[in-house]
C-alpha cells in the first residue's frame, strides 16, 4: 500500500481554491431551507464548474445524512490509468486533507480483480475531485473509495456493483455510494432535455441493464454511465427500490446558450 498524496487537480477553476471563499460559494448554493436529510443508497451528483452544476450537486448532497465513508465513482475523462482504478492516497483539499477508507479499499481490491490500485487515472481527473468539498460541508469526518471507471463491458459493472455491495454489507459501516456524472453534452437544450428525461426515467425504473443499453444504443453524451450503472446495481443488492430526481439544469441556465447545453441531474437512490 503506497501512502501518497493526491493534489488537486481543478481548484480554483472549477471551485474556489481559497477555503473561506469555498464554504461561502458552497452555503450560497445550497438550498437555505434544507428537509430532513435522510439515509440513502446512493446518488447521482454532476461534476462541472460549481458556477454551472454546483447549485444541482449541493442541493442534492445537502439532502443526504451523508456517513463517514462515501465510496466515489466517476468517470475518467483523461483516458490515464486503468480502466477500473482506485487511489489509496490521501486528497489534499481545501478544507482539509481527505483520507482515504483504507479498510474498504483494500476490502475492494481483494474482492474482485477488476479493480486496481491506480494513482494515475485519478491524477488530473476532476469528477470525484469536486464532490468531495460539499461532501465536507455535510462530513467533517469524511473518509473516502475513489474509483473511476472506464471502458468495461456491462458484465464487469455487475461484477464491480455486487463487490462494492459485498464489502458494503460486511463492513458494518454506513457507506454512501455517489456516482458522478453530467447528462447530455452540447446540444440544444430541447434534444438534450429529451434525451435526458428518458434516461433519468430508465434510472427510475431501477433497472441498470436498461438503463446501460438505452444510453449507449442511443449514443447519448451521459459522461458517467458505467458509474451511475455500477452505482444502481449495488444499491438494488443492498436493498434500495426508489430513484428519485432531486433537480435537473442545464448549463445554459448559467450561460443563457441554449443551443449548446450540458444536463445536469442530482438524483437519490433509496
Known amino acids: 500500500m503506497k501512502s501518497s498524496i493526491r493534489t488537486p487537480a481543478v481548484a480554483g477553476r472549477f471551485y474556489p481554491e481559497n477555503e473561506d471563499f469555498l464554504r461561502l460559494t458552497i452555503n450560497e448554493l445550497q438550498p ?28 442534492t448532497i445537502a439532502q443526504i445524512k451523508v456517513p463517514e465513508t462515501v465510496i466515489l465513482l466517476g468517470p475518467n475523462h483523461t483516458g490515464k490509468g486503468v480502466p477500473v482504478a482506485l487511489s489509496t492516497a490521501t486528497w489534499e483539499m481545501a ?19 477488476y479493480i ?20 465536507q460541508m455535510q462530513q467533517p ?16 459493472l455487475e461484477e464491480i456493483g455486487r463487490s462494492i455491495a459485498n464489502v458494503i454489507k460486511r463492513s ?25 428525461h428518458y434516461v433519468l426515467q430508465k434510472l427510475a425504473g431501477m ?19 458505467l458509474p451511475v450503472t455500477v452505482a444502481l446495481i ?8 426508489h430513484a428519485e430526481l ?11 446558450d441554449t443551443e449548446q447545453v450540458v444536463g445536469y441531474a442530482g438524483v437519490l437512490i433509496t
Open 32 to 59: 437555505q431551507a434544507t428537509p430532513d436529510k435522510k439515509k440513502v443508497f446512493a446518488a447521482v451528483s454532476p461534476h462541472a464548474g460549481y458556477v454551472y452544476s454546483g447549485e444541482v450537486a449541493a442541493e
Open 95 to 113: 478544507m482539509g486533507n481527505v483520507p482515504v477508507d483504507q479498510e474498504i479499499a483494500q476490502a475492494l481490491l481483494a474482492e474482485t480483480t
Open 116 to 135: 486496481e490500485e491506480d494513482e494515475l487515472a485519478h491524477r488530473y481527473e476532476h469528477s470525484l475531485e469536486v464532490q468531495i468539498p460539499f461532501l
Open 141 to 156: 469526518d469524511l473518509s473516502i473509495v475513489p474509483i473511476t471507471i472506464s471502458h468495461v463491458s456491462y458484465q464487469v
Open 172 to 196: 458494518n459501516k454506513e457507506i454512501l455510494i455517489l456516482a458522478s456524472s453530467d447528462m447530455t453534452h452540447y446540444e440544444p437544450r430541447a434534444d438534450a432535455e429529451k434525451k435526458d
Open 207 to 225: 433497472d441498470p441493464k436498461a438503463l446501460y443499453s438505452f444510453v449507449t444504443d442511443h449514443r447519448i453524451s451521459m459522461c458517467g454511465i
Open 234 to 241: 449495488s444499491s438494488i443488492a443492498l436493498g434500495a427500490t
Open 246 to 256: 432531486v433537480r435537473y439544469t442545464d448549463s445554459g441556465a448559467a450561460t443563457g
